[in-house]
């Protein structure tokens, strides 16, 4: 076991010394004890390069085996933990945005249907990756389950533009008319595709000012405080949208194609309180969904949020 901290340490330390730093050992035991490991197991599991160490094919598939061994180790212990405390413990890795925006409004609601339940949060403030082997939860755009992830179906992703009302009512020119003019955009650093031109014809950038932000939290906050108009990814601001405190900025909407799910790794063992919290999440925002539908059927909104194989 010895062997297996120490050679879990190296290959995610990425050198030695940085290994053995952590390990309270000199880099010489670091090394002496990989070595061990390796003539046991009878082949290399690092290259030494001058500036320290890369896997090998059997490092790296070691390495994945530990990996997912130390995880279920963490989940018993934290489980121990919580039944001792009488708290269930569901760890989300979501977007700062979405939690703001639709978590937050919610979280009165979830603590009546969920009370021993404690929501911790991998928050992701750039685009939604990375891996989830770590959280129960990830919301990510997915194909769909693999062999590695069990994903569930929320909804594809949808883009609106959006404002508040009373950004929209104080517009020089309605927005629906034949020459669509905006005074300010909000929008995320580096966002694809170039929603301006999309939503926008003509040269969206004529006459108009702009503002622009990397943490898409900031984006819908803009927005609901009149600044102007932001694009709005349906499954972050469905619930403004539904309140009345953010509103349409037309009568357009675009599907990109990807598909969000929530996704837990296949390595992790499956909890009834995890399903439970993933079916409430599904179920308040396709209820939100639903109901931005009806408030606003010129989107065709009902269609849009369709299954893929519906």
Not at 230 to 243: D, Q
Request: charged share 25%.
């Amino acid at each position: 076991m010895n062997g297996f901290f120490t050679f879990e340490a190296a290959a995610r330390c990425g050198t030695f010394a940085r290994a053995a730093a952590e390990l309270n050992v000199t880099p010489a035991a670091v090394s002496r004890m990989i070595g061990r490991l390796e003539d046991h197991l009878g082949t290399s599991l690092f290259e030494r390069l001058p500036g320290g160490v890369t896997l090998t094919e059997a490092g790296r598939l070691l390495f994945e085996a530990i990996s997912r061994g130390f995880s279920g180790i963490e989940h018993a212990l934290r489980e121990i933990e919580d039944r001792k405390t009488g708290l269930e413990t569901v760890t989300l890795s979501v977007s700062t945005a979405f939690t703001t925006h639709w978590m937050m409004p919610r979280m009165a609601e979830l603590k009546r249907e969920y009370p021993t339940v404690e929501l911790r949060f991998q928050l992701i403030t750039s685009a939604l990756s990375g891996p989830v082997d770590d959280v129960d939860l990830g919301m990510r755009f997915v194909d769909g389950p693999d062999d590695h992830h069990v994903a569930t179906f929320v909804m594809p992703e949808i883009l609106v533009p959006i404002c508040s009302p009373g950004y929209r009512d104080g517009q020089r020119r309605s927005l629906t008319g034949a020459r669509e003019e905006v005074e300010t955009l909000i929008n995320l650093s580096e966002a694809q595709p170039d929603w301006s031109h999309l939503f926008f014809p003509g040269d969206a950038g004529a006459g108009t000012g702009s503002m622009i932000f990397s943490d898409y939290a900031i984006v819908v906050q803009a927005a609901l405080l009149g600044q102007g108009v932001a694009l709005g990814w349906l499954n972050v601001v469905a619930h403004w949208l539904r309140t009345g405190a953010l509103v349409p900025a037309g009568s357009q909407l675009m599907t990109t194609g990807r598909l969000c799910h929530l996704v837990r790794s296949r390595d992790k063992p499956r909890r009834a309180v995890v399903d439970g919290v993933r079916d409430w999440m599904i179920e308040r925002m396709r209820e939100d969904v639903a109901e931005v539908a009806a408030r606003y059927p010129d989107l065709g909104l009902d269609r849009a949020a369709a299954a893929p194989n519906a």
